[in-house]
């Protein structure tokens, strides 16, 4: 029996670990942000369309070899937080899009490019 309940409650605990959110959205400003001191591993792709089959776009990662070489080559950068970020680069929270967050990444020249990000990885603060 205290076999049984402790491996239940082991499992909840990894799979609350597993899917703990790692970025917020300012209800404010609408502003994107994920902070560096994170205690566990994460990673986490904005893709070009809404579906996780698109290609991806910005990666969010706790991983150096993702972050240092932007392993899986997204256009918009590979950063362990939005802090890393290029100087006047910011991320706008658009709406919701199916299980997607619609977002847009605003360069420091005005540039705007959109991608979605799951909904899973944030939540509104």
Same mark, same amino acid.
């Given at each position: 029996?205290?076999?049984?309940?402790?491996?239940?409650?082991?499992?909840?605990?990894?799979?609350?670990?597993?899917?703990?959110?790692?970025?917020?959205?300012?209800?404010?400003?609408?502003?994107?942000?994920?902070?560096?001191?994170?205690?566990?591993?994460?990673?986490?792709?904005?893709?070009?369309?809404?579906?996780?089959?698109?290609?991806?776009?910005?990666?969010?990662?706790?991983?150096?070899?993702?972050?240092? +070489? &932007?392993?899986?080559?997204?256009? *918009? @950068?590979? /950063?362990?937080?939005? !802090? $890393? =970020?290029? +100087? &006047?680069?910011?991320?706008?929270? *658009? @709406?919701? /899009?199916?299980?997607? !967050? $619609? =977002?847009?990444?605003?360069?420091?020249?005005?540039?705007?490019?959109?991608?979605?990000?799951?909904?899973?990885?944030?939540?509104?603060?």
């Amino acid at each position: 029996m205290n076999k049984t309940f402790l491996l239940i409650l082991f499992l909840l605990v990894a799979s609350g670990a597993i899917g703990q959110v790692i970025g917020h959205v300012d209800k404010r400003t609408k502003e994107f942000y994920i902070v560096c001191d994170q205690k566990m591993d994460y990673r986490v792709f904005g893709y070009q369309f809404a579906s996780d089959a698109a290609p991806k776009m910005i990666c969010f990662s706790s991983h150096a070899g993702d972050v240092a +070489a &932007n392993y899986n080559n997204c256009p *918009l @950068g590979s /950063y362990y937080d939005t !802090g $890393k =970020m290029n +100087a &006047n680069d910011k991320i706008v929270y *658009l @709406g919701v /899009y199916g299980r997607f !967050g $619609k =977002m847009s990444l605003i360069s420091g020249s005005g540039k705007k490019t959109i991608f979605y990000l799951p909904k899973s990885c944030f939540t509104m603060k």
